[in-house]
C-alpha cells in the first residue's frame, strides 16, 4: 500500500498532490452538503470523467481517435442487464463478464485496423461504424428486446443494496466516485509505467516507435484493449442507474461525442482533463439549463448547441484543453502528460 | 416475389444512390484538395434541404429549380467557412480539424432543431406520385429527375476541373501544396473556393433529397456518415469513385430494405465500409497512397 502511494506520488508535486486530496475529500462530503438533485448532477459528471479516462487511454496516452465508445458503453450495460434480468446474475458477476465481452470487440476492431494499416481520420470513422452497426443491430435483436428497449425492475429506495446495485442516487454516488478514482489511479499507473511509455512514444512519432523496437501492433491493441475493459464498467454504472436500456441511445453517436467532449475541453492526454472537463461542460451546462428555466424558455436543442459552442472555442482558443492552463496558473504542473 | 419488384427497387435504389453520389463528391472534392474531412457534410444538407421545404411551402417554388439558388447559398457558407474557420486549421493535427467540425455539426442540428421543431417536413410536388413505365419497370419520376440532375451536375463537375484554368489550378493545390504555392497561386482562396464547391454540391443534392425523404434536424449526423461510407468505398478524392459508391449504396440499401427490415438497411452500408476499409482501404477507385 506504501509502496502504492509512493509510486502513485513520485515525481508530483507536493502542492499537487495536497490538491488533490482536499478535491477528493470535497467529492467524499459533497452528498452531506448538496442537494438531492446536485447529487444526481455530480454522477453524471463522475460518469463523464470516468469515460473520459479511459477514452484518454486511447486518444491522449497512444494517439488514436475513437469516436466510436459508445459502443463499449453500450456492451457492456447490455450483458450486464441481460444477465440481470433473464438469470439473475448480479451486477458485479455480470461486470466480470461484461468486461471480457467489451475487451474482445475492442481487440477485434483494434486487430482489423491496426494490421489492415487503418490510421488517422479512417481509423475514426471505422470506429464509428462499427458503434453505427452495433446500434442498428441491437435495434434488432430480440434477446434484448430490440429497440422497445430493456428495463430493469425499478430500485426500492427502502435500502442499499450495494451487492445488487439497487438503492439510493448517493450509492451511486459513492460507487461512481470510488470508479472513479479507481480509473484515475490505473491511468496514473499505466502512464508511469513501461507499457505507458510505449504509448507516449506511439502517439508522438510511431515510425520512431516502431524503429526503437517497439512493437506498436500490440502496445495499440494493448490501448484499446484496456480503454474498452475500464469503459464496460460504465456502461454496467449506467444501466443500473438509469434502469433502461435503447439501443438508440447507448450506442448513439452522441453518446460516443459526449464521452470525448470532457477530455477534449480538459486537456487530452492529460490525468486532470477528464474530470476538469466534466466539470466544467456539466456544470455550465446544467447552469444554462435552469436559467432557462427561470425564465421560462423551452428550447430543447439549446444545450446541444451550448455543448457545440463550447467545444468550438476549445478547439479553436484552447486546443491544448484547460488544464495545462490551469495547471500552469496552480503551479502543479505534471511532470509526465 | 416476381423479379420484376426486385429490378423496380434496384432502379430506385441506383437514381437514389445517385443523389447520395452527388452529396458525396462534394465530400471527395473537400478531402481531395484541401485535406480536411468535413464532419459536418450531411448537416450542410440538411441546411439545404430545409431551405428547400421553406422556399416550397411558403411561395411552392419547385426543389427542382429551387436547387441552383440553394447550391449558391451553400457555396457562399462553405466559401465563409473555409475561409474564415477552417484556414487556420490547416496545419493542425487531424484530430483537432475532426473535432472543429463535429462541433459545427452539432450546432448546425441543434439551431435547425431549435428553428424548425422536431417534426417532419416533406415537399409535396405536383410530379410526387407520377411515374414512368419502361416495359415491366415503373419508376418514380421524381426520382428520375433528381438522378438526371445530379448525373448533369456531376458532369459539369468533372468538366469544370478538367477543362477550366481555375479547376486546373485547384488540381495543382491538390497534387502539390509547395508546388502550387511556389508557382503564384492563391492556394487559400482556392481552397475556399474549393470548400464552397464541395458544399454547392451537397446543396444540390440536398434540394433533390427533398423529393425522396422527409426532412428532421436529425437527419444530418447520418447522411454524413453515408457520405463517408460512401467516398470511402468509392476511394476518398476519386470523383467517379463517388459517383460509382453512391450507386453501390444505394443499390445496397433499397435491396437490404427489400429482402430484410427497412430499418436495418444502414447496417448493410455499414458492413460494405468495413470490408473495403480492410480489404481495400483506398476504395474501390482509389489510389494506394505512396
Not at chain 1, 506520488?9 to 442537494?35: E, H, K, N
Not at chain 2, 472543429?100 to 417536413?121: K, M
Not at chain 2, 445496397?252 to 473495403?276: D, N, R
Request: proline share 4%.
Amino acid at each position: 500500500m506504501a509502496a502504492l502511494l509512493t509510486r502513485l506520488t513520485d515525481g508530483a508535486p507536493r502542492r499537487a498532490v495536497i490538491l488533490l486530496g482536499i478535491l477528493f475529500a470535497t467529492l467524499v462530503v459533497a452528498p452531506w452538503l448538496v442537494s438531492d438533485y446536485l447529487v444526481t448532477v455530480l454522477i453524471l459528471i463522475l460518469y463523464l470523467a470516468y469515460c473520459g479516462q479511459a477514452w484518454n487511454i486511447m486518444m491522449g496516452f497512444t494517439g488514436q481517435l475513437s469516436l466510436g465508445h459508445g459502443i463499449y458503453v453500450g456492451l457492456g450495460a447490455y450483458v450486464a442487464a441481460v444477465l440481470f434480468t433473464r438469470y439473475g446474475v448480479g451486477p458485479w458477476f455480470g461486470l466480470l463478464a461484461a468486461m471480457p465481452v467489451a475487451a474482445a470487440c475492442g481487440a477485434v476492431i483494434g486487430f482489423l485496423a491496426f494490421r489492415f494499416g487503418v490510421t488517422g481520420v479512417y481509423f475514426a470513422i471505422l470506429t464509428i461504424a462499427f458503434a453505427e452497426f452495433a446500434r442498428i443491430g441491437f435495434d434488432h435483436l430480440g434477446i434484448v428486446n430490440a429497440a422497445a428497449g430493456l428495463f430493469l425492475p425499478v430500485a426500492q429506495y427502502a435500502h442499499n443494496d450495494l451487492w445488487r446495485l439497487r438503492g439510493s442516487p448517493t450509492m451511486f454516488y459513492y460507487v461512481i466516485l470510488a470508479a472513479t478514482l479507481c480509473a484515475f489511479i490505473l491511468c496514473r499507473l499505466l502512464i508511469t509505467s513501461r507499457i505507458g511509455y510505449f504509448w507516449l512514444a506511439i502517439r508522438e512519432d510511431e515510425e520512431a516507435a516502431r524503429a526503437a523496437g517497439i512493437d506498436t501492433f500490440r502496445y495499440k491493441i494493448y490501448a484499446v484493449t484496456i480503454s474498452a475493459a475500464v469503459t464496460s464498467f460504465a456502461g454496467v454504472f449506467y444501466a443500473f442507474f438509469y434502469n433502461n436500456l435503447f439501443p438508440e441511445q447507448v450506442f448513439n453517436i452522441s453518446q460516443s461525442i459526449q464521452i470525448i467532449l470532457g477530455p477534449v475541453i480538459g486537456g487530452v492526454g492529460t490525468l486532470f482533463g477528464p474530470l476538469l472537463g466534466a466539470f466544467v461542460l456539466t456544470g455550465l451546462a446544467e447552469s444554462l439549463n435552469s436559467a432557462l428555466t427561470a425564465f421560462g424558455i423551452d428550447l430543447p436543442g439549446a444545450e446541444q448547441v451550448f455543448y457545440g459552442m463550447c467545444l468550438l472555442f476549445v478547439v479553436v482558443a484552447l486546443p491544448e484543453g484547460i488544464w495545462p492552463w490551469l495547471a500552469r496558473a496552480l503551479g502543479v504542473t505534471e511532470r509526465v502528460r | 416475389m416476381p423479379i420484376d419488384v426486385y429490378l423496380n427497387v434496384a432502379v430506385g435504389g441506383v437514381l437514389t444512390g445517385l443523389v447520395y453520389g452527388l452529396m458525396a463528391l462534394g465530400l471527395s472534392v473537400i478531402f481531395g484538395v484541401v485535406r480536411v474531412v468535413n464532419f459536418a457534410h450531411g448537416e450542410m444538407m440538411s441546411i439545404a434541404m430545409y431551405l428547400a421545404v421553406v422556399l416550397f411551402s411558403a411561395f411552392h417554388l419547385d426543389p427542382l429549380i429551387m436547387m441552383v439558388p440553394i447550391a449558391a447559398v451553400l457555396f457562399v457558407f462553405g466559401y465563409a467557412l473555409q475561409s474564415g474557420l477552417i484556414n487556420p486549421f490547416i496545419t493542425r493535427p487531424e484530430h483537432s480539424q475532426f473535432l472543429l467540425l463535429v462541433a459545427l455539426a452539432i450546432i448546425i442540428v441543434n439551431v435547425l432543431l431549435i428553428i424548425f421543431g422536431p417534426d417532419a417536413r416533406t415537399v409535396q410536388t405536383a410530379y410526387a406520385f407520377d411515374s414512368f413505365q419502361l416495359g415491366p419497370l415503373l419508376v418514380d419520376a421524381a426520382k428520375v429527375y433528381a438522378g438526371a440532375a445530379a448525373i448533369v451536375i456531376a458532369a459539369l463537375l468533372f468538366a469544370f476541373f478538367r477543362f477550366t484554368l481555375i479547376g486546373t489550378a485547384i488540381r495543382a493545390c491538390a497534387d502539390n501544396y509547395t508546388g502550387a504555392l511556389v508557382v503564384g497561386l492563391n492556394v487559400n482562396r482556392l481552397y475556399a473556393l474549393t470548400f464552397g464547391i464541395g458544399a454547392a454540391c451537397v446543396g444540390a443534392a440536398g434540394a433533390m433529397m427533398t423529393l425522396i425523404v422527409d426532412v428532421t434536424p436529425t437527419i444530418g449526423p447520418t447522411y454524413t456518415l453515408l457520405a463517408f461510407v460512401i467516398v470511402i468505398t468509392g476511394g476518398l478524392g476519386s470523383m467517379p469513385g463517388a459517383l460509382i459508391g453512391g450507386i453501390l449504396i444505394g443499390l445496397t440499401e433499397a435491396l437490404a430494405g427489400l429482402l430484410f427490415t427497412p430499418s436495418a438497411k444502414s447496417m448493410f452500408a455499414f458492413g460494405i465500409l468495413v470490408v473495403v476499409l480492410l480489404f481495400r482501404p483506398q476504395g474501390i477507385l482509389g489510389k494506394r497512397p505512396a
